[in-house]
């Protein structure tokens, strides 16, 4: 089995922590508005749109889809071999709910903006993190 990749990984504080805790429940774990719905991402004392601070974490489906990507070709950490996908995917709960993530489970040459993916995530020492991959093509009807 090869090693994991080497990942810099972010402190837990108590602002964070259900987002960087949500994966061992295998949820995508954000703070959402309890009085306008407003999804934060990145999280903040105070909703954006209605200034209140009455916040929930709420976990969001999972799936996205491609906004932008990156294809890296440099060596920057070790096990962290390129190529590899950095890329900005939104998720369908709220127009501008984006994230930077990696995306995994498929050749670089194979991501396209616009492509549909779903979360994945990675244990590191206790912080997982969210990637994202191809999501399953959908079954024709027979």
């Not at 994966?23 to 774990?29: D, Q, T």
């Not at 508005?33 to 407003?38: I, M, T």
């Not at 999280?43 to 996205?64: H, K, Y």
């Not at 294809?71 to 890329?87: E, F, G």
Request: charge should be negative.
């Amino acid at each position: 089995m090869s090693e994991k990749p080497f990942r810099v990984l972010p402190a837990i504080v108590p602002e964070t922590e259900h987002f960087w805790l949500g994966g061992a429940e295998g949820e995508l774990r954000f703070l959402r508005c309890d009085d306008c719905g407003w999804w934060l991402h990145p999280p903040a004392p105070i909703c954006p749109q209605c200034l209140s601070r009455s916040l929930s974490v709420t976990a969001a489906s999972g799936d996205a889809v491609v906004h932008t990507f990156t294809v890296n070709w440099q060596p920057w950490y070790p096990n962290l071999d390129p190529p590899y996908v950095i890329a900005i995917v939104e998720l369908p709960e709220q127009e501008g709910l984006r994230l930077t993530t990696n995306i995994v489970g498929c050749e670089p040459d194979d991501v396209r903006i616009g492509m549909p993916v779903r979360v994945t995530f990675e244990d590191y020492d206790g912080v997982w993190l969210p990637f994202f991959e191809p999501a399953e093509p959908a079954k024709a009807a027979s």
